[in-house]
């Protein structure tokens, strides 16, 4: 057993740098002094760090050198291997340490975050193709298409454990895999039949911009992962269907298209391999249904953007009666790292199941919000707390919505919850495409799974009875819960109606749409109950279930509440205390803001 | 442009990575305003625009001035990443045209760190 271990990087932009002839210098060094049973020397890929390359990295100790020469070697070894002195002159340590203000890995919103399909955000520029080539940009496009075939791509991806990151985490290899052996079975009977790859940028959950900002910071990531996939299933056209609410997102991704068409990147005979690949951007009008696969095909096609029965699947008939494939933005961004880095690399990151990480926009009352990219496995806690620094104004946690208005709730008591498919799944959320929203003490659950319903409700396509009535009826009876005319069998016969919802809806949008109904009446039963049978709403958002009143013990009859309420429903005279009429009361709140005693109060 | 060739990549690779890492070449310094949907919402393209202007009036010739995508804490845009030949890089918070004239004069010319606006130094973790 070696004593430490050598870590040095070998990536290209190290190489480049002379990483290898240090390795060299690091080994006769290391033999010269006899140190060959005490230290191994390891090769490792990129770190991040690599512009201060060669770098080596000396473990258990962490201890990182940057900048190596030559000539510094003998001196590294003798000092730091052989009397275990590390070199405080080339280390990077003592470069940041100089600086006056924090390192960025010792701040907790960037600490746990690990960056894959967000590998160039804020390092790049997004609108150079140059830029996107100098940080192993489409050299995983040059691997697959020179040194491995269509076969080996979709198994490496196979062997990654990559899962959609749209929403349902069908396995992407699996899905190329069905794919490709449609597009073999097709061209034999027609060898000019087409086959096409999608990426669904159509991001409608509200409060998500995970796909919006992968286009907008790095373009070049999708082009390429596209292209690797194509090659893989057989494919010379691809869409990009991005929403028409991102402008700039399209404009980034046209210019990208631009370039690497003049670098005959796209096109035909893409470097000098034969390969010829194609990609058009299609824009979206925006619906929330045009991101189910079905529809967004036929939105595509300019026909009524309408799920329909699947199968047939789009492997086996997609747009324009083709074999298709479609993959999400994140997807598509990961799968040039794959191929770069290999799928067992890709496979230690994450759980058993899970593997990767997952972008997540972490929004509502957080204190951080932004978009975070974190390793599967992470718990919400760790989320929610260590990045996203925590709920505003000391309030407490209630719960966390994940995957959007398909997707579900998690109390705060289950904050230990590991993010992975399949835990969320059993605590009533999904995953999703990564939506995150933190709701605070001040939260209505009743309120807020109405503002989910309402939203799929306007975004149904009516197509099926049971989604288009259902989420209707679901709201009228979340309404009457909401004003206090809610009854005591509302909530089996609303567990009931979901059910239905779910069971006879043909596309994800109906069955999923009674999730945000189904996980609060699991998690926070309670709380309907307060609504319908103590007429209580214990957030106090429900207006009809709020009473304002002046408690007379500490009203001193200054007459403030009575000049400043709008709707002059407080009455009393100079000194004397003062009383609110329900009838009249518009549960405007300002009585309690106003009142310097504290003597206006809601329960 | 000619059509690449797989070994035209590392030639572009090499080319701009000198340029990106301030190794080799005339910049000592690269500016880089984040500037995605939420950057530019939170007003980097005024902050992106002062930069410009302080760059120009100084008439720094070595220094670079580029764009990039958002930095992932939206609620701190808007932001820029200042790096000096052989320093770490420097994420900048919360930016105004004011503070960004302010962070060429002492950081960019003087080389010193505007604490006040600075969030941290270094790069974040990649793969
Ligand atoms: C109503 C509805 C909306 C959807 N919206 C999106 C979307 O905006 N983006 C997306 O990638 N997938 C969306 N999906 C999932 C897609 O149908 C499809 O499963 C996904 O794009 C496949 O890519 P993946 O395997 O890479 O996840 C939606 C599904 C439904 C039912």
Redesign the pocket.
Known sequence: MQRLHALICTCTNCISNGALKIKNALEAEIVKNSLENDILVVQTGASGLCVKGPILTVQPEGIFYQYLKEKDIPNLVQEHFLKGRPVKSLMYVSEVEKIPIPKINDIPFFKDQRLIALRNRGVIDPESIDEYIANDGYKALVKALTKMSPEEVIKEIDASGLR?????G?P?GK?WQICRAQVLKRKSSDPSASAYVIC?A????PGAFM?RSIVEADPHSIIEGMSIGAYAMGATEGYIYLRIEYPLAIERMKKALKQAKEYGLLGENILDTGFNFEIKIFEGAGA??C???TSLIHSIESKVPEPTQKPPFPAESGLWGFPTN????E?WANVAMIINWSAVWFSKIGTETSRGTKVFSLAGNVNNAGLVEVPMGITLREIIYDIGAGIPNNKKLKAVQTGGPSGGFIPARLLHLPVDYERLKEAGAIMG?GGMVVMDEDTCIVDIAKFFLHFTSDESCGKCSTCREGAATLIEILDNISNGEGKEDDLAFLEELCLAVKDASM???GQTLPNPVLSTLRHFRDEYIDHIKHKKCPAGVCKALVRYSINRDKCTGCTLCARECPAKAISGTVKSPHQIDLHKCTRCGICVKVCKVGAAYSE | MAKLKPEDLERIAQKMKKLINLREGEARARVIVHMGTCGIAAGARAVMTAFMEEVEKKDLKDVILTASSCAGFCSREPMATIELVNEPAVKYVDLTPEKAKEIIEKHVIGGNIVKEYALAAGSERVL
Not at chain 1, 164 to 168: C, H, I, P, Q, T
């Open positions: 959609g990151r749209g929403g349902a069908f992407t899905k669904n159509d991001e409608g959950d796909d929330f249904v991101g189910e696969e479609i993959n999400n933005v997807t495409s596309c994800g949008l």
